[in-house]
């Protein structure tokens, strides 16, 4: 049995302690190994606990002989790359606030390809979204709003830019999606995955918010006649939420985001700022090597090639 709060809590908290806890390949491969099997290292094929560590770092299953290692069936596996290396991408992207985009990474690994660097993020992108969280609750400011473009029009809708919806907790968690429209059944799907049904929903007078997508959730419209400011916005916590996703859009990847993978930012985005409460920064970065060590393979075609633009990445 894996004890990951254990683990969260003793990871280690800021950098100076995340390099003396991590100076080698050894301490980041026995790192791995207590959080994807604790104690008992499992064969892949056969799911046997008798297993034989070699000398190489990897396991020998003395039921039926296979060879395995704490990399194989998960995002790292097959990967040629140092772990010690895995674990500082993974430690960049956590632990900025506006994430980093590829070309530094390459830059800060030293790697001789953009593409590397590229994919490395994909894949930890995906991680950063799990299918397992729960809905939001209580009082929920619930908005639409564009990304990109040139234009500074004020109004709906733009084709240069792209529509998202965002749904965010009283103070707390945030949702965001790329949204094809904003029609009321794209509304009410939102709603239905993210909302739970006991929600105070407040929205601006868009059409689409209405009784036919919200459901029974309570429902609060707010007509906006004139611009408002910031203290007296009704949806001030959503329009700022929305802010911070294009001031990493542009601050750290200087709008250079393609609409087909905007899906895989947001939910970047949402795993960092849903944390941002966490106290020492590597902890957040602690909840991306627990869902790493969980996911399954992903390569770098199947990156460029299962999506379409609002898709999340679906599992190869
Ligand atoms: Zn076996």
């Not at 683990?7 to 800021?14: D, L, S, T, V």
């Not at 049904?197 to 004139?226: A, M, N, P, Y």
């Not at 393609?258 to 970047?268: A, I, V």
Request: include cysteine.
């Amino acid at each position: 049995m894996v004890d990951t709060e254990a683990i969260w809590r003793e990871f280690p908290k800021n950098l100076t302690e995340f390099e003396e806890t991590f100076p080698d390949e050894d301490s980041c491969r026995r790192f791995l190994i207590n959080l994807r099997w604790g104690q008992n290292p499992r064969c892949s094929r056969c799911n046997s606990d008798s297993l034989w560590e070699l000398k190489s770092g990897r396991f020998e299953c003395s039921s039926c002989g296979r060879q395995t290692s704490v990399t194989a069936g998960t995002p790292l596996h097959g990967t040629r790359k140092p772990l010690k290396m895995w674990f500082r991408a993974i430690w960049e992207m956590t632990t900025h606030k506006g994430g980093i985009s590829a070309k530094d990474l390459q830059r800060i690994m030293g790697f001789g390809s953009y593409k590397t660097a590229w994919t490395w993020l994909h894949k930890l992108r995906k991680c950063a979204f799990s299918r397992d969280r729960t809905p939001l609750k209580g009082a929920v400011q619930l908005d639409d709003g564009y990304i990109g473009g040139r234009s500074q029009e004020i109004g709906r809708p733009k084709e240069t830019k792209a529509l998202v919806l965002v749904a965010v907790e009283a103070h707390g968690r945030v949702r965001i999606e790329h949204s094809p429209d904003l029609t009321i059944e794209t509304a009410k799907s939102f709603a239905d995955r993210n909302l739970e049904d006991s929600c105070q929903v407040t929205t601006d007078g868009w059409r689409s918010f209405s009784e036919k997508s919200l459901g029974l959730r309570s429902h609060q419209q707010h007509i906006q006649k004139k611009k408002r400011n910031f203290d007296s916005d009704p949806l001030q916590q959503a329009h700022f939420a929305l802010s911070l996703f294009k001031r990493c859009w542009i601050g750290t990847y200087h709008g250079a985001i393609s609409w087909k993978y905007l899906q895989r930012y947001l939910d970047e985005f949402e795993f960092r700022h849903n944390r941002r409460k966490t106290l020492g920064v590597g902890r957040i970065a602690a909840r991306l090597f627990q869902s790493l060590v969980c996911n399954f393979p992903i390569t770098y075609s199947s990156i460029v090639s299962n999506t379409s633009p609002c898709m999340r990445f679906e599992t190869t």
